[in-house]
């Protein structure tokens, strides 16, 4: 709908006019900014960020998670749904984020469109993007997997207690063991009371089980989290553990 870009003229000062009205179509075109605005909430699904290092070492795990990323929609949809969007970072300064999408289909169709290349890590801009997002509309939580950080570690933890007062929790999901990585993510995690998991290279299964609980905690919060850590998902186990 195109907005209405006439201007009604102010009344002059002492003149006795009564003030303009808004026209209809100004009317109109804010009833449907609030309705916009209420999207999220009345639609009952979660909104989930899934950030991927996608410089050259992570082609293996990229090629996983991509396998692995409809387990994420089924989990969520048990319990009302889920909206994921796409966050990668590769080379010296590329950091793009997705559309949203709603189903494992238009995921897959994303990042399957998309190489791992070589360049250094920017974990600045996954929190500062996200931090931005949900300032625009609600974002559950944050995942994050990776397996570097090269970068000023006050800085991120600047970065991630401005994400955590917005209470958006940051998932830190790190594949292999380098200790400068760890102490990173750790804290991330702490900031935004979210929770750090460590994955051995190519463990496929660790990291879908991970997955799978972010996903129903984004959909359903800790009830939903503690239901599928009832059925004996081990991700959900270690995540639970972190967030009492």
Sequence with gaps: ?????????SP???????????SPRAEIDA???????????????????????????????WDTACRLQ???????????????QLLYYRGLTECRASKWVSSA??????????????????????????RQETQRNTVQALVFVGDAMEEAIDDLAHRAGELGMLNVPAFM??????????????????????????????????????????AAYAA???KALQSLSSRHNAGAVRLIEQMR
């Design 70 to 84: 409809a387990d994420m929609f089924r989990e969520a949809a048990a319990t009302g749904g889920l909206d994921i």
């Design 105 to 130: 289909d238009h995921l897959s169709d994303l990042m399957v469109r998309i190489d791992c290349r070589g360049g250094h890590t920017q974990i600045r801009k996954v929190l500062s993007h996200a």
């Design 12 to 22: 002059t000062a002492g003149s006795g006019t009564e003030p303009a009205r808004p």
């Design 31 to 61: 009833f449907l900014r609030d309705v916009k605005s209420l999207q999220r909430t009345e639609s009952g699904r979660g909104r989930l960020i899934f950030a991927l290092d996608a410089t050259l070492s992570r082609q293996p795990t």
């Design 173 to 214: 999901f790190q594949e292999g063991s380098d200790p400068v990585a760890e102490q990173a993510f750790r804290e991330i995690a702490r900031l935004t009371k979210g929770a750090y998991c460590r994955f051995s290279p190519g463990a496929a299964h660790e990291l879908a089980e991970l997955l799978r609980a972010v």
């Design 1 to 9: 709908m195109a907005r209405d870009r006439s201007v009604t003229p």
């Design 220 to 222: 359903g919060g800790m």
